[in-house]
């Protein structure tokens, strides 16, 4: 090889390299799309009371819901956007993920776990909630203990992360179950109000929303026992820039203490946040 081959080697090889270090953008980033678009497409649940549901009027409502229209609102004035719109999109636990990495939603407003699994599609903003996945039941069918529950049936929702450390806690328990899966938090209710399970597994701040604003709150009891650890936040794709804005405004809302306005709107009649909620709304009050 002549000095010119071996010259256009070497820099056909150093713009390779280059190339593959910095591949380029498959399209416009979510902000510059946001921008362009001046719409925002955000998720919702139909049923995840109290964090995203569909209310009485028809529009989502709930304690994800919540934060995630003061973002919107905080990303109007950061972007010099006051026609930035807000358009809502149902999505499910199977389908939200999809949503996301397909573009059909900007930023996922539910109630999803942080998990490294899920990390490996799509991205999270800072901590929102912490919770952990218990159980509720009738309070004459004498459930106490996971114990209490053996060879009865428990109804949970499919494809949550309930649904998999379930199997898990009463196994260490030495307990089996009969484990039967629900669509909805509402069919999980009635479901055990009809006496079709003994108990319906699902995190405890969703059980307890669910007694308080039942017809007959007096009929149910939260079991006192944890199964797991469910650190919330809000789901989008994996862009560092529209994570910065997110993040930005999330912050925000915790130092102002307007964090506490949402949660005494969803949790009130559960009292105070626990020390540990409490704690992550300090640790992610970032300053700027």
């Known amino acids: 090889m002549d000095t010119r081959s071996w010259t256009c080697a070497v820099a056909l090889g150093m713009a390779l390299a280059c190339a593959s270090a910095h591949p380029s953008p498959s ?15 955000l ?3 139909d049923s995840a009371v109290p964090f995203s549901y569909l209310a009485a009027d028809g ?3 709930g304690y994800s819901v919540d934060l995630c229209n003061r973002i919107v609102e905080g990303l109007r004035s950061d972007l010099a956007m006051p026609e930035l719109r807000a358009e809502w999109v149902k999505v499910s636990a199977e389908t939200r993920i999809d949503a996301l990495v397909d573009g059909s939603i900007d930023l996922e407003c539910g109630v999803t ?18 919770d952990g996945a218990s159980l509720l039941s009738r309070v004459d069918a004498g459930v106490k203990t996971l114990g209490d529950l053996a060879g009865k049936r428990v109804a949970v929702i499919s494809g949550t992360t309930t649904a998999h450390v379930l199997y898990d806690a009463f196994k260490k328990a030495g307990v089996n179950v009969q484990v039967v899966e ?3 938090t509402r069919e999980g209710l009635l479901a055990v109000d009809q006496q079709r399970v003994e108990a319906y597994a699902a995190d405890r701040a969703t059980l307890v929303s ?13 079991v006192d026992a944890w199964m797991s650890y469910e650190p919330y936040a809000l789901m989008l794709r994996r862009d560092p820039d529209f994570r910065l804005a997110v993040n930005r405004q999330l912050a925000r809302i915790y130092r102002s203490g307007a964090i506490f306005e949402v949660y005494r709107t969803w949790f009130g009649k559960l009292g105070r946040p626990g020390n540990l909620l409490a704690s992550i709304y300090e640790l992610y009050a970032l300053p700027e």
């Open 27 to 41: 399209g416009p980033s979510t902000l510059e799309r946001i921008k362009s678009t001046k719409v925002i497409k």
């Open 43 to 45: 998720g919702h649940r």
């Open 59 to 61: 529009n989502p409502a």
């Open 113 to 130: 776990t942080v998990t490294l699994s899920r990390q490996k599609r799509a991205d999270f903003t800072n901590l929102i909630f912490v």
């Open 182 to 184: 629900v669509k909805v």
């Open 210 to 222: 669910l007694a308080l604003t039942s017809e007959h709150p007096d009929r149910y009891t939260i």
